[in-house]
């Protein structure tokens, strides 16, 4: 934490983002690894050196490490309120491509930025745009599933809107199966989507 303070005080997330554009793959890695520890202690810094435009192309790079770090990057960026604005608007199309990535890191870390990004109304509206509830209710499923959580926290924030709420009433074996995880987290939260889901105006 301390040395991530330092970067921020020196100012170096700028050079850091831009130097994404340039550098080889193995230096990107580090640079995103270094983008994530200073991001847990402020965002707006990167926010402003466009760095959700730049991760966005590095989230359908050929090396399934930068991929991975950089929708973790975007994840830490979704917890800031400045920063969930920005993925909904940007981001959440591509995120939901990456539900289906063939690397569970991955999955796990598009899933978690999802769930920031639907926080808010737009990201709602944006992930259902973009058929995000499919593929969510997969990794729901999946009793291995790193995801799991996460995908079961934005399918409810999904069910918050009328047609999510529809289409997920066809859905709701998917949550009562989640109430056998041996996990106590994800049982309350299979608990609140099943309530969500269910509720009448």
Same mark, same amino acid.
């Given at each position: 934490?301390?040395?991530?303070?330092?970067?921020?005080?020196?100012?170096?997330?700028?050079?850091?983002?831009?130097?994404?554009?340039?550098?080889?793959?193995?230096?990107?890695?580090?640079?995103?690894?270094?983008?994530?520890?200073?991001?847990?202690?402020?965002?707006?810094?990167?926010?402003?050196?466009? +760095?959700?435009?730049?991760?966005?192309?590095?989230?359908?790079?050929?090396?399934? +490490?930068?991929?991975?770090? +950089?929708?973790?990057?975007?994840?830490?960026?979704?917890?800031?309120?400045?920063?969930?604005?920005?993925?909904?608007?940007?981001?959440?199309?591509?995120?939901?491509?990456?539900?289906?990535?063939?690397?569970?890191?991955?999955?796990?870390?598009?899933?978690?930025?999802?769930?920031?990004?639907?926080?808010?109304?737009?990201?709602?509206?944006?992930?259902?745009?973009?058929?995000?509830?499919?593929?969510?209710?997969?990794?729901?499923?999946?009793?291995?599933?790193?995801?799991?959580?996460?995908?079961?926290?934005?399918?409810?924030?999904l069910a918050e809107l009328p047609e999510g709420r529809r289409t997920l009433l066809h859905h709701t074996d998917t949550f009562q199966?989640?109430?056998?995880?041996?996990?106590?987290?994800?049982?309350?939260?299979?608990?609140?989507?099943?309530?969500?889901?269910?509720?009448?105006?």
């Amino acid at each position: 934490p301390v040395g991530a303070v330092g970067i921020l005080q020196a100012s170096l997330i700028p050079s850091l983002v831009f130097k994404l554009k340039t550098e080889s793959d193995e230096i990107q890695e580090l640079i995103l690894d270094t983008l994530s520890n200073c991001l847990r202690v402020e965002a707006s810094e990167a926010l402003a050196a466009g +760095a959700v435009t730049i991760l966005k192309e590095k989230l359908t790079h050929s090396s399934v +490490a930068i991929r991975s770090k +950089a929708a973790w990057v975007l994840l830490e960026i979704g917890t800031h309120p400045e920063g969930k604005n920005m993925v909904c608007e940007e981001i959440t199309p591509v995120l939901v491509s990456l539900l289906e990535d063939p690397d569970p890191e991955i999955q796990a870390s598009a899933t978690g930025a999802l769930m920031f990004a639907t926080v808010k109304p737009q990201g709602r509206f944006a992930a259902l745009g973009a058929s995000a509830i499919p593929p969510l209710l997969k990794l729901a499923a999946e009793e291995t599933s790193k995801a799991r959580l996460s995908a079961i926290k934005a399918l409810t924030m999904l069910a918050e809107l009328p047609e999510g709420r529809r289409t997920l009433l066809h859905h709701t074996d998917t949550f009562q199966q989640c109430l056998n995880d041996p996990r106590e987290a994800v049982k309350r939260a299979a608990e609140t989507a099943i309530s969500v889901i269910k509720w009448k105006p």
